[in-house]
């Protein structure tokens, strides 16, 4: 139970640091969800709402992150979502930065 809730408050804070104003958070702080599921399905909304590359990378890094048998490293992560389907090698140019795939997963995925 303690670990479920820190990942509510580290939610929270996730959702609460996308807006820009005091008002704005101020607001947030009324309609915060009060349970993990809730939580959940807001953060899966926000990754639905983004654009289709993005939708696309935040589903990919949560299924490898989801079905990975341990902790994944920075380097296996961003290179396994470099991996294009039918691709003979990788393509070092299609590399992304961590700081994009964390920022695509919603709080959903961490580094550290």
């Known amino acids: 139970m303690t670990l479920a809730r820190f990942l509510l408050a580290k939610l929270h804070i996730e959702s609460l640091s996308t ?7 101020r607001e947030a702080l009324k309609h915060l969800p009060k ?8 953060v899966m909304q926000r990754i639905e ?3 289709e590359e993005d939708r696309k990378t935040a ?14 490293t920075v380097s296996e992560i961003t290179v396994a979502l470099a991996i294009e389907p039918d691709a003979q090698r ?3 140019d299609n590399i992304l930065d961590i ?3 964390l920022a695509v997963c919603a709080g959903l995925v961490i580094w550290g």
């Open 19 to 25: 807006k820009n104003t005091i008002t704005g958070v």
């Open 35 to 42: 349970n993990l599921h809730d939580s959940y399905d807001i």
């Open 49 to 51: 709402a983004q654009n």
């Open 59 to 72: 589903r990919s890094a949560l299924t490898w992150v989801a079905n990975a048998k341990r902790s994944l």
């Open 90 to 92: 990788l393509d070092e």
């Open 99 to 101: 700081g994009i795939i």
